[in-house]
C-alpha cells in the first residue's frame, strides 16, 4: 500500500513538473521571424541592413539589451540573420 502512494506520488510530482515546463514554455513563444524582419528593416534607418547599438536602441530596444550577446565579434553591429538567430536559441 505504501508503494502505491509513493509511486502515485512520485507521478503527481512529475505530471507537476511537466505541466510547469509547458506553461513557461507557453508564456515565452519564440518570436516570428516575419515580425522581426519588417521590425529590422524599421529601424535600420540609414538601410545598409546593419543595426548598430543605437539604431537598436530607438527601433528594437529588445534588441538593444542584449546587443552584445549578439555582436559576438564586437563589429559594432548585429545583422537581421543573428537577430533570428538569437531569437530562436533564446
Known sequence: MICKLKLGASVAVMLLMVTMVVSCVDQHPKPDPQIIA???QAADTNHDGKLTL???KAGMPRVAAVFS???VENK???T???IQAFA???
Request: glycine residues 6%; charged residues 30%; without cysteine.
Open 38 to 40: 519588417a521590425r529590422f
Open 88 to 90: 530562436a536559441n533564446h
Open 54 to 56: 543605437e539604431e537598436a
Open 69 to 71: 550577446q549578439i555582436d
Open 76 to 78: 559594432g553591429y548585429v
Open 80 to 82: 537581421l540573420e543573428q
